[in-house]
């Protein structure tokens, strides 16, 4: 079995980097999240940097990991090792993919995945809304904790970098 790393990179508005498999590619045509083979000797967080660097020229900072996939694609199997990551970049240089797309979490299923992806998507997908659910409702606690009702309520309104330096000054 071979151990494939892949990345789920989200931008500063939340969406998530897709890119589709070029022509001179297996599987051509089909959407992934970009990642590639580890090396002998290399752990999987130096492969996800390294492929991410090789294929999109994107700079990446891991965030967090989602369950490994394996997969039998016939005449190979793999174990597909998904890193959620993050980056500034607003768009990648394709070097081996011929598209790309920002798209929320919940639409990543809508394109025509590799096999092995559709998991990986889907888990996301489920994860992304109910972090975002508890991290909401963990903030909002801690902030009525430290500063009172009030600018607890104030704070959960606010919904830009904007609007926080607004309320800096």
Not at 128 to 139: F, I, L, Q, S, T
Request: proline content about 4%; hydrophobic content about 40%.
């Amino acid at each position: 079995m071979t151990d494939v790393t892949c990345a789920v990179i989200r931008n500063d508005e939340g969406l998530v980097l897709a890119v589709r498999r070029g022509p001179g590619m297996g599987n051509a045509g089909k959407w992934e999240f970009p990642g590639g083979k580890t090396r002998a000797g290399e752990d999987n967080e130096d492969c996800i940097l390294r492929e991410i660097d090789e294929e999109l020229g994107m700079d990446i900072v891991i965030c967090g990991k989602l369950n490994d996939v394996e997969h039998d694609y016939g005449n190979k199997q793999i174990r597909l090792i998904p890193f959620i990551c993050d980056t500034l970049a607003s768009k990648p240089d394709l070097r081996e993919h011929d598209q790309f797309r920002w798209m929320l979490p919940e639409e990543l299923v809508t394109l025509d995945l590799t096999a092995a992806d559709i998991p990986v998507a889907v888990q996301y997908a489920a994860g992304y809304r109910c972090a975002d659910n508890r991290e909401k409702e963990d903030v909002t606690a801690q902030l009525t904790a430290e500063a009172g009702d009030e600018l607890a309520r104030m704070m959960g309104r606010i919904s830009s970098v904007e609007e926080i330096t607004m309320v800096a000054r």
